[in-house]
């Protein structure tokens, strides 16, 4: 493959992607909007979870202390520059790229949390990690709770609305992107190696330590992301849209659609998010829905409605691509030849 | 001359009050078959163990290619040319048989997270490298046509083929296997003996063998060590350790005992 093809294929789904979503921007109505950022906005959540949870087998329970961190670096960036025109920009131009920073900084102060959530609870594993990431997660919430500077309980309002479906597609997208690339990397395989079995993959020379913290922080580098998407959304961040019940609905998410598997964090969060906006009547019930669901699951599918498979991977989906390959050349294709680890995202554009 | 690839020198192994391993020297060369045995409870695995980084020599030094290793992490220690295997198989079980040899084949590697992201031409050049690589040591073990199978349903005796080759692709100096053989017929052990001799050959490794059956390490290996409650009681070629009555006696009274408490079929005399 050469570099252009390569470079292309990088950019790609963005491409295909950007358009649509800019097109879709003035012709949505604003309810329908809002829904659609929530979902773009799980995506980036659970996909980002499963590196951490899937991927590398590790519970975590804090993302939505992540969130939060993301969230009120964006809000300082963009209550504090709303005043200020780059120079010989017009306005519009310079609030996105204004805004544009503000995620790029909310991605890399999440990130440096999670490497200082990473690095000390990390030599855990199991139960005591998923205890210790929740403990950090309100921690995380209970200093901002009592810092003047962000607002304390109130948090930060007035946020200007910046958040669109460009903005919060192309998130995601690059979310499902960045997990895919993982997937099919040495990075990821050593993620999976830790999944599978800790001992083993130290004796291979992977070291475990060192990407549990990597696969730690990547998640978390999104989780800001998310959040500072959903504050500028709903143009305020408070420190109550960010305790440990967000995480859990994130956990839900990517157990729901399989650890491990990047279409079906992808599809549990978009399906999670539009039922729970639809059955808004009964909002009381929410954790009930969500409880019953988990256990529902547990009892007829423990390994999530994909397992760590894809949706290409699932006899279904192969059957139907092998009927359209061989409808296509007389050849006709083989399941193990349809299912190629070495290409990039296919069928996330 | 330059270093041996592995110099154990009187290592000792304390937990607590109890001496796993006493004073354990060995030197290997190159393309050296060393054989390890003892009664079960003496000391091997923990030997490997201390070797291998798991646990760290309470005395004594472990040092790879003239280098000092002990109390480093295990990764790192298998970076420096020890790699392993493990008497209880320890695969990535879901993984596919290549993704399992190509997790072990990073040595070298230098792309990382972004390169990934970006498919830069670095992480593409390693990518094809490995996969290359993977496929080399999958064909060395005879599992090229179990490529794309999910590990944990391969055969019993694949799976520890794998395990084998999976060690082989971190490009070690010294390969140390916990009972290859365990749970194998008379036949599959003489095949997977050979197999071992050929790799020994073919990438001029010294090759450390944890072995219960003595008749099977016996026509394998040039040097023998026995251990028994955590002390070499005989090192020396296989013809030396059969007589050696220090030997017989651990074997034999061990097995004797057993066989009166617990009825254990002793491995080694009975076949």
């Known amino acids: 493959m050469s570099s252009a093809r390569a470079v292309f294929r990088s950019v790609l789904p963005f491409l295909v992607g950007a358009p649509i979503l800019a097109l879709l921007q003035p012709v949505m109505p604003a309810d329908y909007a809002i829904i659609l950022v929530s979902v773009g906005v799980n995506v980036?959540?659970?996909?980002?979870?499963?590196?951490?949870?899937?991927?590398t087998g590790q519970f975590s329970l804090g993302h939505a202390g992540f969130m939060a961190v993301g969230a009120y670096t964006a809000a300082k960036i963009t209550v504090g520059l709303s005043g200020v025109q780059l120079i010989l920009l017009p306005?519009?131009?310079?609030?996105?790229?204004?805004?544009?920073?503000?995620?790029?900084?909310?991605?890399?102060?999440?990130?440096?949390?999670?490497?200082?959530v990473g690095m000390p609870s990390l030599r855990l594993r199991g139960d005591y990690l998923a205890i210790v990431t929740l403990g950090f997660g309100e921690i995380i919430r209970s200093v901002i709770e009592n810092m003047k500077f962000l607002g304390q309980a109130t948090g930060l309002s007035g946020l200007p609305a910046r958040t669109n479906l460009v903005w919060v597609g192309m998130s995601a997208i690059a979310t499902v992107v960045m997990a895919r690339?993982?997937?099919?990397?040495?990075?990821?395989?050593?993620?999976?190696?830790i999944r599978e079995d800790e001992v083993a993959a130290e004796a291979m020379g992977v070291d475990t330590t060192g990407f549990k913290v990597r696969a730690f922080v990547i998640s978390a580098a999104y989780a800001g992301l998310a959040g500072a998407l959903i504050s500028h959304a709903i143009l305020l961040a408070t420190p109550r849209m960010f305790t440990f019940i967000r995480s859990i609905e994130v956990v839900v998410m990517v157990v729901l659609g399989g650890l491990g598997s990047i279409t079906g964090s992808v599809i549990s969060a978009i399906v999670l998010t539009i039922s729970l906006e639809a059955l808004r009547e009964f909002q009381a019930y929410r954790m009930v829905v969500y409880a019953a669901l988990l256990i529902a699951l547990m009892l007829l599918r423990p390994q999530g409605l994909f397992g760590t498979r894809e949706l290409w991977d699932l006899p279904l989906f192969r059957r139907l691509t092998r009927n359209r390959l061989a409808a296509a050349g007389p050849a006709g294709a083989s399941p193990a030849e349809v299912r190629d680890d070495s290409t990039g995202p296919k069928g996330v554009a | 001359m330059s270093a041996p690839p592995l110099e154990i020198s009187h290592v000792t192994m304390r937990f607590g009050g109890l001496k796993a391993l006493v004073d354990f020297s060995l030197t290997m060369q190159p393309g050296e078959l060393v054989g390890l045995i003892g009664?079960?409870?003496?000391?091997?695995?923990?030997?490997?163990?201390?070797?291998?980084?798991?646990?760290?020599?309470?005395?004594?030094?472990?040092?790879?290619?003239?280098?000092?290793?002990?109390?480093?992490?295990?990764?790192?220690?298998?970076?420096?040319?020890?790699?392993r295997t493990f008497q209880n198989i320890r695969l990535f079980r879901?993984?596919?048989?290549?993704?399992?040899?190509?997790?072990?084949?990073?040595?070298?590697?230098?792309?990382?997270?972004?390169?990934?992201?970006?498919?830069?031409?670095?992480?593409?050049?390693?990518?094809?490298?490995?996969?290359?690589?993977?496929?080399?040591y999958l064909a060395v073990m005879g599992l090229a046509h179990r490529r794309d199978e999910i590990s944990r349903n391969l055969p019993y005796g694949e799976q520890r083929r794998l395990e084998i080759a999976r060690a082989l692709a971190t490009g070690p100096k010294v390969l140390c296997l916990d009972e290859p053989a365990a749970g194998m017929n008379a036949a599959e052990k003489l095949e997977l003996l050979a197999l071992i001799r050929s790799i020994r050959d073919r990438f001029g490794i010294a090759i450390l063998v944890i072995e219960h059956d003595m008749r099977v390490v016996m026509g394998v290996s040039e040097r023998m060590l026995v251990l028994d409650h955590g002390i070499t009681i005989a090192h020396g070629k296989p013809e030396e350790i059969r007589r050696n009555p220090k030997v017989i006696e651990a074997y034999l009274g061990d097995a004797y005992l057993e066989e009166k408490h617990i009825a254990v079929p002793v491995e080694g005399q009975a076949r």
């Open chain 1, 44 to 55: 980036v959540l659970a996909t980002s979870l499963n590196v951490v949870n899937g991927f």
């Open chain 1, 91 to 116: 306005e519009a131009v310079s609030n996105q790229l204004v805004f544009a920073i503000a995620l790029l900084a909310a991605m890399i102060t999440a990130a440096i949390a999670g490497v200082l």
């Open chain 1, 181 to 193: 690339r993982l997937a099919v990397s040495t990075q990821g395989r050593a993620l999976f190696a």
């Open chain 2, 39 to 83: 009664p079960n409870g003496a000391g091997k695995t923990t030997a490997f163990n201390a070797v291998t980084g798991v646990y760290t020599p309470t005395e004594g030094d472990v040092l790879v290619a003239g280098e000092r290793v002990n109390g480093l992490r295990p990764h790192d220690i298998c970076v420096k040319g020890v790699a």
């Open chain 2, 94 to 136: 879901q993984l596919t048989a290549l993704d399992n040899v190509r997790i072990a084949c990073h040595a070298g590697a230098t792309s990382g997270f972004f390169d990934s992201l970006f498919l830069t031409a670095r992480h593409r050049r390693e990518e094809a490298h490995i996969l290359r690589r993977a496929e080399e």
